[in-house]
Nanobody, 115 residues
């Protein structure tokens, strides 16, 4: 079992920044992928960014150049630095962990961007 605890969501004005954190604990495999997904009201969940345990990253086109995903393997923590936020970034952001041991999700954290 893996537990994921997210933090850092909140309310911010358009153009502002937020940093999300997701700390993983439990049966962590050395080789894993962590990611951030988001789901806006009335929309399907979408992938925001991924990062492997080796540091390879991938971003959705909608956030590329504005968001940065990073991780601290010693702390089993993944971060999402969100800059130049737009109202359309408003969503519940959820942390994802995947490895040969299984897939796990965090509880989600609300990010609201006001115009």
């Amino acid at each position: 079992q893996v537990q994921l605890v997210e933090s850092g969501g909140g309310l911010v004005q358009a153009g502002g920044s937020l940093r999300l954190s997701c700390a993983a604990s439990g049966s962590i495999f050395s080789f894993n992928t962590m990611a951030w997904y988001r789901q806006a009201p009335g929309k399907q969940r979408e992938l925001v960014a991924t990062i492997t345990s080796g540091g390879s990253t991938n971003y959705a086109d909608s956030v590329n150049g504005r968001f940065t995903i990073s991780r601290d393997n010693a702390k089993n923590t993944v971060y999402l630095q969100m800059n130049s936020l737009k109202p359309e970034d408003t969503a519940v952001y959820s942390c994802y962990y995947g490895s040969v041991g299984g897939i796990y999700w965090g509880q989600g954290t609300q990010v609201t961007v006001s115009s």
